[in-house]
């Protein structure tokens, strides 16, 4: 099995961790740092409960290799501090279980970071990659929306 | 009222939008080793050998676990194995568990494990299964140890078979001059909890064993240990933390046994087992399906008459919780309807498909698509508008249910109501078609629903209310937040009663077994209900508790005092109180002396004449009340390629009272959009050896944003009298009509009758003839 010794830039914090060749992102953020926020829901790329912001852009984790990050600047929800979008899923009800919802958070966040002009199509181009299964989107929408609007 | 109704924050909100809710899964230490299961790669097989050596020897690993030697499990009938032995009975069930340092070294282990089978004929459908001579799934059902409740027919795979005998059958036909008969089927499903399943255990030197879990029954948990592995059951511990999503598919015990018998085979050490999608699809229980057969006959003027209904369950391999399942069906088998004479026979089938869970509804979404279907047919036949033909036959007060209880208007919703808030809010009057262009019409289907609650007639809900010193309560009850927001409406409920400020109370979301309350399960929509009355009754004893110490204080009757915002006052002159903070932890007197102490609150609920179904008629009172509603879809129809576009979907419901009006639109929204799911799309693929072709969400697609309709959500306000603050439960109803109300959508927007779900443009086209008049 062979490892590295690597170092990554979460959050903007510098951590060295030792990972093995195959080793994803998602598990190397949970198990060696701590930052269970980004969630499993399939491993396949197909849930976005995993999506966390890589040089600005979402990225499902469970689909990049931890030692492909090097040299990259990775968010999770645990860096996000009261930004709108937060605080508009709060306002707005926007989740119920709430395990989708740091995926969620980290795309539309990276949204709003790349197109704060997005229209409706733009806005289901890239919400379409994550699945909530409690609520039935409109409060998402309603989130997404008012935050973008305001901008 | 103050707080009651208000859209209250939900008490774990800000954890949830940081990241820092926790979820079984993100409990983790460096001690604890992991779990992984082979599982079965065909539906119905003999395993001749189970080869493991090799994979013993490789690093990391601990112990691997077969089945031989486990006792049988399962809840209203012992006839699964933890791990099955001998035989396979459906695809990804486990057979062998591998126990090693790291996930990554359980997984290579588990794969270097060879199991070699001899394949079975595969029973496919519960048709299949229901018919005389056909291979049994399990050849020795007579022998099972089972509950009382449970009629199995040995010598045939029929797990349970629960009968209604509802007035006088050969009259009701004598009456009817019109009958329709439709059958109907679907195969099992999925809930998709975005969290899969989840299971931690540990086994203490002290023999204490803790378990913690993603789940809505962690005190079934426990009772379930106790029973099948004869542990004390004072020392299981089960912890729940939030639960990312269940909708009735955690309410099933199953990793939690596993996780129990891989930490005692490694000497007690904490052990996880993590489910992947794929194996929490395959290999726990899934949803349930269905094969029904409709017979309704009506009078001239269109009123029911009778109703002959049989439901063959696809239970899949083992009975666990779809022997209840084919029982809540029975108890409301003719939907929300008034017929005097009804026969029914409601079979929990074994077939070689995953088993099922309970799934939010609990059978009630799955027979209102038979149901409303053959209601459309027999509006068809007897020309009059289906909406009409609803509204006339709806259950009122006064009438009684398939069981023989005789409803009132507290145990029943307003039906006539929602049917005409419906008729408005899906613009009814306009048409059930309106052309769009020459390819494209919209088109409307209608249903409508009740659902009482099936659980056991004894099954209790307790609060504890400790206080803090500076007069804030800290609010303990044994219901798991599975997303509902139950326990945020429960600290409105306490807010309101005592009248304070929502922010002062302190709500407990892990729930443990051993200094929880228990609640016996979150299921059912019941949660407010029954931690909501045992909650109002620990409000009393505070209430109590806190006078008594302040009589004497106050120099006034108990009867003079009253409790708002956090003080204690007299009734007449508001100045003269105490505050909570000076009081709860004991009075104390100038002079250092006190009186008092910790005033601890306590409630209880156990649920009230809730009786056993008579197992020849059916009679018995099996819930504590029928919430209703009505619901109406609205699709755009592409007529050439049959493809179409959710418009609108609409759920009117009978919720009594709105605790939190937010919250409950988004329960109601929620569960719409899991029942259009269900409905147009969700459904395993079998091949011809019993296995789901599609166990992975890139093939199994629930809707994702912007496949949504738009929903309108409306609430009419009967209260139901014994219910905190009237309210009914509400967490399941907006499913329950969408499978139904697509189907006639669709039905009259296609011209065909259709009769499976799901209902995809395959499905329309092959109903429509396509195959025939397909020359590729
Ligand atoms: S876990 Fe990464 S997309 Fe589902
Ligand atoms: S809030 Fe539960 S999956 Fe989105």
Redo the contacts with the bound molecule.
């Keep these: 099995m062979k490892t590295h010794t690597i170092v990554l830039n979460v959050n903007r914090e510098i951590h060295m961790v030792t990972v093995r060749s195959a080793d994803t992102l998602?598990y190397v953020l949970r198990s060696k740092l701590g930052l269970t926020g980004a969630?499993?829901?399939?491993?396949?790329?197909?849930?976005?409960?995993?999506t966390v912001n890589v040089d600005g852009w979402p990225m499902?984790?469970?689909?990049m290799l931890a030692v492909e990050a090097v040299g990259k600047k990775i968010t999770t929800i645990e860096g996000l501090k009261d930004t709108p979008i937060q605080q508009a899923f709060v306002e707005n009800f926007a989740f119920q279980c709430g395990y989708c919802t740091p995926g969620f958070i980290m795309n539309c966040h990276s949204l709003i970071e790349q197109h704060p002009d997005a229209d409706d199509e733009k806005i289901r181009e890239w919400l379409e990659s994550n699945i909530c299964r409690c609520t039935g989107y409109e409060e998402i929408k309603n989130a997404i929306k008012s935050v973008l609007n305001k901008d | 009222m103050k707080v009651i109704g208000k859209s209250v924050i939900r008490k774990e909100a800000f954890d949830k939008v940081n990241g820092r809710a926790l979820y079984t899964n993100d409990y983790h230490s460096v001690s604890m080793l992991s779990a992984k299961l082979v599982i079965s790669p065909y539906g119905h097989a003999r395993i001749i050998s189970i080869e493991y050596k090799d994979a013993l020897n490789m690093p990391g690993v601990r112990a691997i676990l077969t089945g031989a030697h486990l006792p049988l499990t399962g809840e209203s009938l012992r006839d699964r194995p933890p791990l099955a032995y001998d035989k396979v009975r459906y695809h990804g069930e486990a057979i062998a568990m591998v126990v090693a340092d790291t996930p990554s070294q359980a997984k290579n282990a588990a794969d270097r494990i060879t199991i070699q089978y001899e394949l079975l004929p595969v029973v496919n459908s519960p048709t299949e299964a229901f018919q005389p001579g056909t291979i049994l799934v399990h050849p020795k059902l007579g022998d099972y140890v089972k509950e009382q409740d449970m009629n199995p027919v040995p010598g045939t795979n029929i797990a349970s078979h629960v009968k209604i005998r509802k007035g006088n059958i050969e009259e009701g036909w004598k009456e009817s001059e019109t009958t329709v008969e439709a059958s109907f089927s679907f195969a099992p499903s999925d809930h998709v909890a975005m969290e899969t399943r989840c299971s931690i255990a540990e086994i203490s030197p002290d023999g204490n064993v803790h378990i913690m879990t993603s789940s809505q029954a962690p005190f079934m948990v426990k009772q379930l240990i106790a029973a099948y592995f004869h542990e004390d059951l004072g020392k299981i511990i089960v912890t729940t933390p939030l639960v990312g999503g269940a909708y009735g598919g955690k309410a099933s015990v199953q990793l939690e046994l596993l996780a129990y018998l891989a930490s005692k085979a490694v000497g007690g050490k904490p052990v996880k087992i993590l489910n992947t999608r794929e194996e929490d699809i395959l290999t726990s229980p899934c949803h349930i399906g269905l094969d029904a057969k409709i017979k309704f006959g009506a009078d001239q003027n269109g009123m029911l008459k009778a109703a002959e209904i049989q439901y063959l369950w696809d239970g899949g391999a083992y009975s666990d919780k779809a022997a209840d399942m084919t029982r809540a069906a029975a108890a409301d088998c003719t939907g929300p309807y008034h017929i005097d004479n009804v026969w029914c026979d409601s079979y929990c089938m074994y077939t070689n498909h995953p088993y099922a869970a309970p799934f939010r509804g609990f059978s009630h979404s799955e027979l209102s698509f038979a149901i409303e279907r053959t209601l459309n047919l027999l509006a068809e036949k007897l020309k009059i508008d289906p909406l009409e033909l609803r509204r006339q036959n709806a259950i009122l007060p006064g009438n009684t249910t398939p069981t023989q209880v005789l409803l009132n208007k507290s145990s029943v919703g307003n039906l006539p109501k929602c049917i005409d808030r419906l008729k408005e809010l899906i613009q009814w009057e306009e048409g059930q078609v309106v052309e769009v262009s020459d390819r494209t019409i919209r088109a409307k289907g209608i249903s409508c629903s009740w659902k009482t609650s099936t659980i056991e007639a004894n099954a209790p809900s307790g609060v504890i209310l400790t206080f803090n010193r500076d007069g804030s309560i800290n609010l303990m009850s044994g219901v798991i937040e599975i997303g509902t927001g139950t326990k945020t409406v429960l600290a409105q409920i306490l807010a309101e009663r005592l009248k304070m400020d929502v922010d002062k109370i302190h709500v407990r979301m892990e729930v443990d077994t051993q200094t929880t309350p228990e609640h016996w399960k979150t299921v059912a929509s019941r949660g407010t209900f029954m931690a909501g009355k045992a909650l109002l009754e620990a409000a009393e004893d505070v209430i109590k508790q806190i006078k008594e110490v302040a009589s004497p204080v106050l120099r006034a009757e108990k009867n003079d005092l009253e409790v708002a915002n956090s003080r204690v006052f007299l009734k007449d002159n508001p100045s003269i109180g105490v505050d909570f903070k000076d009081i709860v932890y004991g009075y104390q007197f100038p002079n250092g002396n006190s009186i008092g102490g910790q005033i601890i609150g306590r409630g209880n609920y156990i649920l009230r004449r809730i009786s056993r179904m008579n197992p020849e008629t059916g009679e018995g009172r099996p819930g504590p009340e029928w919430t209703v509603g009505a619901y109406g879809v609205e699709v755009e129809f592409d007529k050439i390629d049959y493809t179409y576009r959710l418009l609108r979907a609409v759920s009117v419901i009978d919720i009594g009272t709105v605790l939190n009006e937010k919250a409950a639109k988004g329960q109601v929204m929620g569960a719409m959009s899991i029942g259009l799911a269900f409905a147009g799309r969700e459904t395993f693929y079998f091949d011809e050896f019993g296995r789901v072709l599609n166990p992975q969400l890139r093939t199994y697609r629930p809707l994702r944003y912007g496949e949504n309709p738009e929903y309108l959500v409306d609430f009419v306000l009967t209260p139901q009298l014994d219910a905190p603050y009237g309210a009914r439960g509400v967490g399941e109803h907006g499913l329950l009509g969408m499978p139904g109300a697509l189907g006639n959508a669709l039905s009259t927007a296609a011209g065909v009758s259709l009769h499976h779900l799901p209902l995809t443009p395959e499905l329309i086209w092959r109903t429509k003839g396509g195959e025939e008049n397909a020359f590729l």
Excluded at chain 1, 60 to 63: E, G, I, T, Y
């Design positions: 998602l969630k499993p829901g399939c491993l396949n790329g197909d849930c976005g409960a995993c499902k984790s469970c689909l």
